[in-house]
């Protein structure tokens, strides 16, 4: 199995600032790499497929990179609806896998 | 537009099966891929399996043993059987359509909104 890691766990920041999370596979994944936001009490919401095609409707400040192992998620300008934890997902192979998240808070 | 709805038991016994079935309106479950995700309390995200309209499926492999979806294309929804529950299923599940462009098999890019699942005698 393709396991999945980020960093940091959790980060506090204020509006306005640049934000950057790091997810990183146990193996080659290509650009197999997914990334939702998850507000509390709310079903994920995907952000960017295929490690930088931003989703319909997500706004421009989201922007993702990365191929192979490592995978970079970036807000330009955290705005006050940002705050929530954030997942990738790998779907290089027939069986997906999460990484454990990474919480965005003040 | 595409919406899916969880439904099923709330509470279930230890020992076990738990039964839930996404209704999927606005789309056909003909077209795409659709997929089980769960979130223990305060947890993260697990992916629990996958399936496609003609019933080809795959299975988290730490849950294999235990679990079943299937899919009815004449109710336009698809299923998830968990036998042998613990409290160790207790979670949110959650429904969701699968991605695919021409680049490949993507994320879920519409979800349920989740339904409890409490295991408990």
């Known amino acids: 199995d393709i396991q999945m890691t980020q960093s940091p766990s959790s980060l506090s920041a204020s509006v306005g600032d640049r934000v950057t999370i790091t997810c990183r596979a146990s193996q080659s994944i290509s650009t197999y790499l997914n990334w939702y936001q998850q507000q509390p009490g709310k079903a994920p919401k995907l952000l960017m497929y295929?490690?930088?095609s931003l989703q319909s409707g997500v706004p421009s400040r989201f922007s993702g990179s990365g191929s192979g192992t490592d995978f970079t998620l970036t807000i330009s300008s955290l705005q006050p609806e940002d705050f929530a934890t954030y997942y990738c997902q790998q779907s290089s192979t027939i069986t997906f896998t999460f990484g454990p998240g990474t919480k965005v808070d003040v | 537009q595409v919406q899916l709805q969880e439904s099923g038991p709330g509470l279930v016994k230890p020992s076990e099966t738990l039964s839930l079935t996404c209704s999927v309106s606005?789309?056909?479950?003909?077209?795409?891929?659709w997929s089980w995700i769960r979130q223990t309390p305060g947890k993260g995200l697990e992916w629990i399996g996958n399936i496609n309209y003609s019933g080809n499926s795959n299975y988290n492999p730490s849950l294999k043993s235990r679990i079943t979806i299937s899919v009815d294309t004449s109710k336009n929804q698809f299923s998830l059987r968990l036998s042998s529950v613990t409290a160790a299923d207790t979670a949110v599940y959650y429904c969701?359509?699968?991605?695919?462009?021409?680049?490949?098999?993507?994320?879920?890019?519409?979800w349920g909104q989740g339904t409890t699942v409490t295991v408990s005698s």
């Open positions: 295929a490690a930088s």
């Open positions: 969701a359509r699968i991605m695919i462009t021409f680049g490949g098999v993507h994320g879920m890019d519409v």
């Open positions: 606005g789309d056909s479950v003909s077209s795409y891929y």
